[in-house]
């Protein structure tokens, strides 16, 4: 509820557009720059790295406000433009103050199905032994969380890689996530803006590897993916507290699906460069209704 607004009606002539940037693909910057060109809105790029925090550059009310950059640099800028009456993708009036850092606990409180995970946060030996057990045996996932494109997720096939991976990984300060291995399963990567699926695409595998990477097949692109997996995507992003992100789903060939992580920000562009479908404009059309509803509410 947004009771403690007092905004001031304004055209869209005078709204605008807030975007962090802090090292986000180009494509990513110009299909947002471009949707706002066609909906004459005004936008303003805040580069975290060189950011002078001056009141005078905080957003307006009225205005709009994104952030796809991820360092921590990007969310204290975004954080610091951010005024009750600005629209952005977070659900709650001060969400973007808060950042949930143990997503796999929520999900399964809110019956969301993951594979099954545990967290290593040691090297014991008989805890290690009893997890894969409890996960059904090898091969297993060893995930290390902050990474992209794959990298940091490790198929193990026999307790010795495993006891030696996880002996580097933790001998780095690193607490990995243990999970179960999803063979033969189907790798969705669903954008969700708002309560619906905008656009969905098939991660097939890459050659020779496990791991999957984005579809340049414009036939794998969709405007959604299946009722089951729509529903379990932008439920995965709501419970984060979220409006907008990008949900990996597996697709077992029984049926049965598991939410693998929902990210946001995310890399939105795939499915507008691949399908064609425009993702940026179904985001900032929905920043602009949210925008909206705050000046109806005076």
Known sequence: MFYFLNIISESKALMKLHLVD????SISKEIILEACK????DTIVHEAASFVFEPERKAQLGDL?????ISSAAMRVEQYLFQPGVATFYSEPFGIYFNNNNATFLYELNDIPIPRTFYLHNTNRDAIDYYVEQLGGYPVILKVLGHSSGVGVMKLDNTESL???VDFVCANGVAPLLCAFIPD?????????GKEVVAAYINPKDKDDFRT????DSNEVFSNASPEIDELSVKAVTVLG??????????????RCYVLEANFPCYYAHAQKIGGIDVAGKMID???KKQSSFTQLT
């Open 213 to 216: 990477y984005g579809t340049t």
């Open 65 to 69: 406000l994104f952030r796809p950059a």
């Open 286 to 288: 929905y920043l602009l």
């Open 242 to 255: 979220n409006e907008f992100g990008g949900v990996d789903v597996l697709q077992h060939p029984s049926g």
């Open 163 to 165: 006891y030696s991976v």
């Open 38 to 41: 066609k909906r004459g809105l």
């Open 185 to 193: 399963a189907v790798h969705w990567r669903c954008v969700v803006v």
């Open 22 to 25: 802090d090292g986000v693909p």
